[in-house]
């Protein structure tokens, strides 16, 4: 109970084990060595677990390259990763590679507008510009493709001005080991790589790396992986668990057989039921489609989430809990080694990349971080 004291006000809490993430980047640049190395995706506020903190925790494990996804992520990042590459996503939108150029920040070009733009900014500096160019494979999302690059290579003027440090693209069913679009994106990838012979490469994100070697390139890009969702859906996860969830328990009533719960009073008690209330809605993140098929754990214990999840508050039948352990104060676990990221996303019908980056704002963050070698752990 040591954390209903350090942490009074604390509805919620949101722990995140920063040596499980640094334990995450070691096991993924051990599998892609030594022909591969590991670049960090931290967007979305590092899928929010807090972007600075897991930033400055990978350039201490080594990591010198990241990827954002706008702009304004890349400027908070900076602070935080003074010595490392910052990649953006997006690239710039027009007039803001004044912005990028001024910051160092290495646009990902996803068109041929984009790369004009840049051999634009370029040629005003006087300086070539590195850069990153996206090629369309398959996603039909961002990038040039074969076609463009081929008119890219052709215009001397504008391949002058800059320099294509990496050459990447996004596998669009990494996810599922046997689709083909996986070998189809790797082939016409090698053709148009092809055309930029001096840039380093880059296919996988999380899911890529476990398809094998083929699509390790130079560069890997993992996100997912790092903050432990499984990269490969049916795998044994490899990945080190990473967060865990807890909401305070506010009220406990006991109350009979058909009593109802909820909006829409989509529940009935079948016994006499113990109920807790605990302050976490899906204001925080937590889904609705949770609603009579979530649960939490008390104990390592699994109480069932009853009725409908509401904005600020769900119920929980806890009449199975120890004696004791279910009171107003006490947290009940919603994700944990008992109930990952990854199971909680299957039973919302979604994918852990949401249920992360969904938790709210008024879930306090705390960080663990390894302390030496006795395998402590030190609250920061
Ligand atoms: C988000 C993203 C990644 C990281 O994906 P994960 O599946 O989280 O590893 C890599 N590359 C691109 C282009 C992305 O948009």
């Not at 980047?25 to 979305?44: D, N, Q, S």
């Not at 150029?101 to 500096?125: C, G, I, M, T, Y």
């Not at 006991?254 to 009593?259: G, L, N, S, Y």
């Amino acid at each position: 109970m040591n954390d209903c004291q350090s942490f009074g006000r604390a509805e919620a809490i949101l722990t995140i084990n920063l040596a499980a993430i640094f334990e995450n980047w070691r096991t993924l640049e051990r599998r892609v060595a030594p022909f591969a190395r590991c670049a960090a995706v931290v967007k979305a506020d590092a899928y929010g677990l807090g972007a600075a903190q897991v930033a400055s925790l990978l350039v201490r494990a080594g990591c010198r390259r990241f990827f954002v996804a706008t702009l304004d992520e890349a400027l908070s990042l900076r602070a935080a990763v003074d010595c490392a590459e910052i990649f953006v996503l997006s690239g710039p939108l027009p007039g803001a590679e004044g912005e990028f150029s001024a910051a160092n920040f290495v646009p990902v070009l996803n068109s041929l507008k984009q790369v004009a733009d840049w051999a634009n900014e370029a040629r005003h500096w006087g300086r070539r510009l590195p850069c990153a160019l996206h090629i369309d494979t398959g996603m039909s999302r961002l990038g040039i493709t074969y076609a463009d690059a081929q008119v890219l290579i052709s215009d001397i003027r504008t391949v002058k001005a800059i320099i294509p440090k990496l050459v990447m693209t996004h596998l669009s069913c990494a996810d599922e080991p046997t689709h083909p679009m996986n070998r189809s994106q790797l082939c016409e990838f090698s053709n148009t790589r092809a055309l930029f012979p001096r840039a380093q490469a880059s296919i996988a994100a999380s899911a890529g790396i476990f398809l094998g070697t083929a699509w390790h390139a130079d560069w890997v890009r993992p996100g997912a992986a790092l903050y432990g969702i499984c990269p490969q859906p049916g795998i044994n996860n490899p990945m080190a668990q990473v967060v865990r969830l807890e909401a305070r328990i506010v009220q406990v009533r006991k109350v009979e057989t058909d009593t109802l719960v909820g909006y829409g009073a989509t529940y009935r008690t079948h016994r006499r039921t113990t109920l807790a209330t605990a302050a976490i809605g899906y204001a925080d993140g937590l889904p609705r489609a949770l609603s009579n098929r979530g649960c939490g754990y008390i104990d390592g214990k699994r109480m069932p989430l009853v009725g409908r999840v509401t904005m600020d508050l769900s119920v929980f039948d806890v009449t199975d809990a120890p004696e004791g352990a279910a009171v107003p104060g006490a947290l009940i676990e919603l994700i944990g080694v008992s109930n990952t990221i990854d199971d909680v996303a299957n039973v919302a019908d979604t994918i852990g990349y949401e249920i992360l980056t969904s938790l709210g704002k008024r879930i306090h963050r705390r960080y663990l971080e390894h302390q030496g070698i006795d395998g402590g752990h030190r609250i920061l």
